[in-house]
T-cell receptor
Framework: GAVVSQHPSWVICKSGTSVKIECRSL??????MFWYRQFPKKSLMLMAT?????????EQGVEKDKFLINHASLTLSTLTVTSAHPEDSSFYIC??????????FGPGTRLTVL | AQTVTQSQPEMSVQEAETVTLSCTYD???????LFWYKQPPSRQMILVIR??????QNATENRFSVNFQKAAKSFSLKISDSQLGDTAMYFC????????????????FGQGTILTVHP
């Protein structure tokens, strides 16, 4: 299957700072990437769909100004959590759509906001 | 809108035995895909098996098989000869088929079932 990487795997930051998470497709070009948020022992919640060269599409209830998504190339999408607060602490996962019916997931990023 | 329901929050099974995880879904679409994903303690999401709705034959992948009942909108996962490495959280997921549209490529997940395999 396709290989997707995320960096960093774990980040700790102070409240009020911004954190950038990178999602890379290593062996294919991804025109579409998805960003999810997951709380412990809970399901994945889709935050936004990232399309290369255009603005991301956010799901209802997701703050666009807090979770900035940029998909500048066919192999890289970034999620920036701006002015992070403890309630933003979570596990963030990206995935890519290789075809219309299969997604491959990155290993996830654990964000802890102190 | 699509919904996916997994009614078993937790399951346990002895090593080498068989276990079945339940999943039901609701949709008005006729073209769609169903998936089972596994999330072990590492939290890496791993595709276990996929099923195209237009195919009547149940998908199988080695020890993993599904029972796809389209009319009942049911999509259960059977794990045979359970192994310790099968311990994970399992998610049933739904995707609308076809290209284009606002739902293109989006997955809708169930709540998940935590499966523990005991030695």
């Amino acid at each position: 299957g396709a290989v997707v990487s995320q960096h960093p795997s774990w980040v700790i930051c102070k409240s009020g700072t911004s954190v950038k998470i990178e999602c890379r497709s290593l062996d294919f070009q991804a025109t579409t990437m998805f960003w999810y948020r997951q709380f412990p022992k809970k399901s994945l919640m889709l935050m936004a769909t990232s399309n290369e060269g255009s603005k991301a599409t956010y799901e209802q209830g997701v703050e666009k100004d807090k979770f900035l998504i940029n998909h500048a190339s066919l192999t890289l999408s970034t999620l920036t959590v701006t002015s992070a607060h403890p309630e933003d602490s979570s596990f963030y996962i990206c995935s890519t759509s290789v075809s219309t019916d299969t997604q491959y997931f990155g290993p996830g990023t654990r964000l802890t906001v102190l | 809108a699509q919904t996916v329901t997994q009614s078993q929050p937790e399951m346990s099974v002895q090593e080498a035995e068989t276990v079945t995880l339940s999943c039901t879904y609701d949709t008005s679409e006729s073209n769609y895909y169903l998936f089972w994903y596994k999330q072990p303690p590492s939290r890496q999401m791993i595709l276990v098996i996929r099923q195209e709705a237009y195919k009547q034959q149940n998908a199988t992948e080695n020890r993993f098989s599904v029972n796809f009942q389209k009319a009942a909108k049911s999509f259960s996962l059977k794990i045979s000869d359970s192994q310790l490495g099968d311990t994970a959280m399992y998610f049933c997921a739904f995707m609308i088929g076809g290209a284009g549209g606002t739902s293109y490529g989006k997955l809708t997940f169930g709540q998940g079932t935590i499966l523990t395999v005991h030695p």
